[in-house]
Structure formats: structure tokens, C-alpha cells
């Protein structure tokens, strides 16, 4: 078995759609525009950044409404398959950059109205810097006052009741393909590791044509946390609700938050005896 260093690799991305045929893009896309209409006074972002933007689904969604799409991606391979599905967007094309996103920065000094992270994106920023780089050049990125929408994974749940293993196949491109998923917990990283052992088989499911694996880390939240580092990262926490679920925010294995750029970014009190003092951070 080949074993792949990187995450969504040259194997995975042509697999990738093929397990997610279920997912329900448009809905998701819904609830983000639902959010941005509700605190812009009904409008939609003229631009967005599809943080991750994977192989463009969210995208053709954002694209087809009018609104500019900034696509990022740290796989070439995903751009590369993304590229190929927006590609009728002529009049209005997305724009494409490749690399993490928490060293993202916008060309020419541009600035979107919003950022969107799906899919637990933010989850595969693990590291307090990345995370810290990441808030940061969102900042940068975004136009004063602007917004930014992700989903994670609620640590409540995935804390107690993830699944070891797990088992998928996918029919792609004339292939049979089986996923099996093996899940632990990285407590001391807030993060659960998860193999992907991928097995690619003839249509008749007879004979093996090629098996690679892929190890994601992939940080969990709660909901507390995240409204938490938003805050404390320039960002005014405006919805932090369960994601496509009919549940609490306590027991919902997803959830979304909606956050806009604040002016300031942190005020600090330091209090000593007798005395107080207020700094801000521009």
C-alpha cells in the first residue's frame, strides 16, 4: 500500500466527489446567505472566499447567485478538479489561488465581503499559530465589517461517541472503491486522527487495481471555544448554531458560526491594587 504524506493527494481528489454524493451543497450555501442576508440587511456579498474551496461545489452555488468567488486550496490536485467543474463561469470566473489558508492573502490588495470555510475546514488548522495566521490574514482579507461563516466538528460529541471504523464505497469513474476510515483521539490536540485506507477494485469489485491510505488531523470545537478565539481574533460572534441538524448546539455533532470583523481587535484591562489601566490593540 502506497503511503500518501499530504491530504487530498493526486489519489484522493478524482475520489473525492464519489463519497459525498449525498451531501447537500445548495442547502449548506443557503444557510450562509440566509446568515449574511440577515445582518446585511438582505443583501448578498458581492465577493466571497471559499476557503478550501475542494472541488468547487460550494463555489458553483456562490458563482451561479453572481457573486465573485475567491477560491483557495492548499491541494493543487483539488484546484485542478475544481478548475475543471467552474469552468463555465466565463463571465464571471472564480480566482484561484493555491496554499494554506492561514497565509492567505488576497491579490493586489483586495478585500471580500465574506469568507467561508465548509466542511470543517478550520478543523485541519490544529496549531494555536496556524490558527493565529489564519485570523490574522482574515483580517487582511476582508473588507472592514466583513464576515465570516465556518463549520466544525462539536467536540462534545466527537469526544464521546466517534466511530473507530468506519466503511464506505463509492462507484468513480468505471471503479469500485472502498474507504475505510479508522478514527483515534488526540486528546492533547483537541484533535481526532483519522486514517483513510482506500482500496480501488474493478467495476465487479473483483480484482484490486491500486490501494493507497491518507492520515488526516482534524481539530474539534466547541462552541464556547470557538466563539471564544473569534472574539478574542477581532471578530464579533453574530450566530453560533447546530448545521444542518435538528438539534441542540450541546448534542449536534456540527455547528456553524457567523462572525463579523470588528474595529478593534482586543481590550485588555490590567488591574493591579489600587490601580486600573485599558489598552487596546488597534
Given at each position: ?197 482506500f482500496t480501488v477494485k474493478d467495476p465487479e469489485g473483483k480484482k484490486i487495481v491500486t490501494t493507497f491510505s491518507e492520515t488526516h488531523l ?65
Amino acid at each position: 500500500m502506497e503511503q500518501i504524506t499530504q491530504v487530498f493527494s493526486p489519489h484522493y481528489a478524482p475520489l473525492y466527489d464519489g463519497f459525498y454524493q449525498d451531501k447537500d451543497y445548495a442547502a449548506e450555501i443557503a444557510i450562509l446567505l440566509a446568515l449574511y442576508g440577515r445582518f446585511a440587511e438582505g443583501a448578498l456579498p458581492n465577493s466571497l472566499i471559499d476557503l478550501a474551496v475542494g472541488t468547487g461545489k460550494h463555489a458553483e452555488h456562490l458563482l451561479a447567485a453572481g457573486i465573485r468567488v475567491y477560491a483557495n486550496d492548499i491541494s493543487a490536485e483539488m484546484i485542478s478538479v475544481a478548475k475543471e467543474r467552474l469552468g463555465r463561469f466565463q463571465s464571471n470566473p472564480p480566482i484561484f489561488s493555491c496554499g494554506p489558508m492561514e497565509t492567505l492573502r488576497l491579490a493586489g490588495n483586495a478585500k471580500a465581503d465574506c469568507a467561508a470555510a465548509f466542511f470543517t475546514a478550520l478543523g485541519y488548522l490544529v496549531s494555536p499559530e496556524s490558527l493565529a495566521g489564519f485570523f490574522a490574514n482574515l483580517r487582511e482579507n476582508l473588507r472592514p465589517g466583513g464576515y465570516f461563516f465556518c463549520d466544525v466538528w462539536n467536540g462534545r460529541q466527537m469526544i464521546k461517541n466517534y466511530a473507530p471504523q468506519r466503511v464506505k464505497q463509492a462507484q468513480v469513474a468505471g471503479y469500485l472503491v472502498e474507504r475505510v476510515s479508522l478514527t483515534s483521539e488526540q486528546a492533547d490536540r483537541n484533535a481526532l486522527r483519522v486514517e483513510f485506507i482506500f482500496t480501488v477494485k474493478d467495476p465487479e469489485g473483483k480484482k484490486i487495481v491500486t490501494t493507497f491510505s491518507e492520515t488526516h488531523l482534524v481539530r474539534y470545537f466547541s462552541p464556547a471555544e470557538l466563539s471564544t478565539l473569534a472574539w478574542a481574533y477581532g471578530f464579533e460572534v453574530l450566530a453560533c448554531t447546530p448545521f444542518g441538524e435538528e438539534s441542540t448546539l450541546a448534542d449536534c455533532w456540527n455547528f456553524s458560526l457567523f462572525a463579523r470583523s470588528r474595529a478593534k481587535k482586543i481590550s485588555f484591562i490590567h488591574s493591579t491594587a489600587g490601580s486600573s489601566e485599558t489598552s487596546r490593540t488597534p
